[in-house]
């Protein structure tokens, strides 16, 4: 059983920035992919940042150039860096791992930013 558990939400003003934690119960390797997603209330689960086991990354254009994805293998953990956050970035943020096309979804982080 995979076990994705996320931390760093919290509570910051517009501008400022947060980096999220997701560590993974096993290696990060063994997932073809790692990312973050994000859930607003009333709106559609949203993919912001993703990062393949070779290494590439792809971000939302919502986030570009404000988020950026990173992995530490040592550590299976993937983290997401965010910058100069905005409003309409306030949701739950969720870590998600996919193996032999298998989704794995940790428990979720909330991330406020109050204008």
């Known amino acids: 059983q995979v076990q994705l558990v996320e931390s760093g939400g919290g509570s910051v003003q517009a501008g400022g920035s947060l980096r999220l934690s997701c560590q993974a119960s096993?290696?990060?390797?063994?997932?073809?992919?790692m990312g973050w997603y994000r859930q607003a209330p009333g709106k559609q689960r949203e993919l912001v940042a993703r990062i393949s086991k070779s290494g590439i990354s792809d971000v939302a254009d919502s986030v570009k150039g404000r988020f950026t994805i990173s992995r530490d293998n040592a550590k299976n953990t993937v983290f997401l860096q965010m910058n100069s956050l905005k409003p309409e970035d306030t949701a739950v943020y969720l870590c998600n791992a996919v193996t032999l096309a298998i989704n794995y979804w940790g428990q979720g982080t909330q991330v406020t930013v109050s204008s």
């Open positions: 096993r290696s990060t390797l063994s997932f073809s992919t």
